[in-house]
C-alpha cells in the first residue's frame, strides 16, 4: 500500500470516528430521551457504526470499506439536510446550524471524510496493480 494511502485511510478514519463522537455526544446530552422517536436509537447507531467504519478502514484494506464509509457519512449528510426541511426526518426537524457547535463540527467531519473517501475509491478504482478490489 502506497504511504499517501495508509495516511488517507487513517485520516479518513478519524474524520468518521470524530462525526460519530459528535452524535454520541448529542445522544448523551439529550437526544436519546426525545419521546416516540427514532432519533435517539440513530444517533447511537450511527456512532456505533462509525466506530466499526473507522476501525475497518485502517485494518482492511479492501474497497468494499471504502464504499461502506461513503455510505455511512453521505447517509449522515441527507439525514442532517432532511432534518433541516419543514418535514424534517422521522418527524425530527432542527434549524440551522443548531444544536451549536455540534452541528458544525459534525458538517466539517463528514464533509471532510467524503472528501478523503472520494479520493481513495479514485485510488482504488484507476490503479492497474489493484485491479481485482482486493489490497492485501
Same mark, same amino acid.
Given at each position: 500500500?502506497?504511504? %499517501?494511502?495508509? !495516511?488517507? %485511510?487513517?485520516?479518513?478514519?478519524?474524520?468518521? $470516528?470524530?462525526?460519530? !463522537?459528535?452524535?454520541?455526544? $448529542?445522544?448523551? /446530552?439529550?437526544?436519546?430521551?426525545?419521546? /416516540?422517536?427514532?432519533?435517539?436509537?440513530?444517533?447511537? @447507531?450511527? #456512532?456505533? =457504526?462509525?466506530?466499526?467504519?473507522?476501525?475497518? $478502514?485502517? &485494518?482492511? %484494506?479492501?474497497?468494499?470499506?471504502?464504499?461502506? =464509509? &461513503? @455510505?455511512?457519512?453521505?447517509?449522515?449528510?441527507?439525514?442532517? =439536510?432532511?432534518?433541516?426541511?419543514?418535514?424534517? !426526518?422521522?418527524?425530527?426537524?432542527?434549524?440551522? #446550524?443548531?444544536?451549536?457547535?455540534?452541528?458544525?463540527? +459534525?458538517?466539517? #467531519?463528514?464533509?471532510? +471524510?467524503? !472528501?478523503?473517501?472520494?479520493?481513495?475509491?479514485?485510488?482504488?478504482?484507476? /490503479?492497474?496493480?489493484? =485491479?481485482? #478490489?482486493?489490497?492485501?
Amino acid at each position: 500500500m502506497d504511504r %499517501r494511502d495508509l !495516511i488517507a %485511510r487513517c485520516v479518513a478514519a478519524a474524520l468518521v $470516528l470524530a462525526g460519530g !463522537i459528535v452524535h454520541l455526544r $448529542l445522544w448523551l /446530552d439529550g437526544y436519546r430521551d426525545i419521546p /416516540d422517536s427514532v432519533i435517539g436509537p440513530s444517533f447511537m @447507531a450511527n #456512532f456505533i =457504526a462509525s466506530v466499526v467504519v473507522a476501525i475497518a $478502514l485502517v &485494518l482492511w %484494506r479492501h474497497w468494499v470499506v471504502v464504499v461502506a =464509509a &461513503l @455510505a455511512l457519512v453521505n447517509g449522515t449528510l441527507l439525514g442532517f =439536510a432532511l432534518s433541516r426541511t419543514d418535514r424534517g !426526518i422521522f418527524d425530527f426537524t432542527e434549524r440551522g #446550524f443548531d444544536p451549536s457547535p455540534e452541528a458544525v463540527l +459534525a458538517l466539517v #467531519f463528514e464533509i471532510g +471524510a467524503a !472528501i478523503v473517501l472520494l479520493w481513495l475509491l479514485y485510488r482504488v478504482l484507476t /490503479d492497474d496493480d489493484r =485491479a481485482s #478490489f482486493v489490497v492485501s
